[in-house]
């Protein structure tokens, strides 16, 4: 089992940027992927972006080419550097970590984007 942290939400204007942080401890040399994913109120969960254990991102139609998604694994720390934020990306954003046996979730943060 992995525990996960974010951090790093917060209120930003249109047009300006956040990184969130997920930290990981427990078993995390058994992560294969890491993600995040966001909910925004009244909304169903989405995928925004994920990374494999080889370093390849993949990120979701709304967020290509202003999110990049990385992974220290030296700090077992993923992280989710937004640009040129929309109000529409206003949400709570949760980092997963898979594994073999299931994937496990963090309890999320607050990202606010005002217009």
């Known amino acids: 089992q992995v525990h996960l942290v974010e951090s790093g939400g917060g209120l930003v204007q249109a047009g300006g940027s956040l990184r969130l942080s997920c930290a990981a401890s427990?078993?995390?040399?058994?992560?294969?992927?890491m993600a995040w994913y966001r909910q925004a109120p009244g909304k169903q969960r989405e995928f925004v972006a994920i990374?494999?254990?080889?370093?390849?991102?993949s990120y979701a139609d709304s967020v290509q080419g202003r999110f990049t998604i990385s992974r220290d694994k030296a700090k077992n720390t993923m992280y989710l550097k937004m640009n040129r934020l929309k109000p529409e990306d206003t949400a709570v954003y949760y980092c997963?970590?898979?594994?073999?046996?299931?994937?496990?979730w963090g309890q999320g943060t607050q990202v606010t984007v005002s217009s």
């Open positions: 997963t970590a898979r594994m073999a046996d299931g994937t496990d």
């Open positions: 427990g078993t995390s040399s058994s992560i294969n992927a």
């Open positions: 990374i494999t254990s080889a370093g390849s991102g």
